[in-house]
């Protein structure tokens, strides 16, 4: 029989990630911010034991590995939090964006990545007039403002 490298599962691993994400959160929020958001967490944890048990009971056979790409677009996406409060949400966003986008496709010409930019920006712009004009929601503004 041969032996698999569960790890590198992509249901275990999101499974692993999932439970990480969902605790971190509910120990150092617990009900502060409410029980919705308490409860959203624990169900976190519940999809990721699913997850993993789902890895761990799968039939031997040809392991799929996660892309480096798709575990560098997870990654901004933790980072972007904590780089957000330095350099504004707004700013932030728009790298995260601008990076995953040319991690999934990247471009082929200069004016392609510019396009690129553009329509992150765009979106961005988007965001910003929904979260701050309109919904009235306080952003960390960073360096910018």
């Known amino acids: 029989m041969e032996k698999r490298k569960i790890y590198l599962e992509t249901s275990f691993l999101s499974g692993v990630f999932a439970i990480a994400f969902g605790g971190g959160m509910a120990l150092a929020h617990g009900t502060k911010y409410g029980v919705y958001p308490f409860a959203v967490y624990l169900l976190l944890i519940a999809l990721g034991v699913l997850l993993v048990l789902s890895g761990l009971r799968k039939e031997s056979g040809k392991v799929k590995k996660i892309p480096l790409r798709e575990v560098c677009a997870i ?54 007039i929904v979260f701050t004009k309109m919904l009235r929601i306080n952003t960390p503004m960073g360096i910018l403002f």
């Open 75 to 128: 990654a901004l996406l933790f980072v972007n939090p904590l780089i957000g409060k330095e350099i504004g949400f707004y700013l932030s966003s728009l790298l995260s964006i601008c990076l995953i986008s040319f991690l999934f496709t990247p471009p082929k010409s200069a004016k392609a990545a510019l396009k690129t930019v553009g329509y992150c920006a765009a979106a961005s712009v988007v965001v910003f």
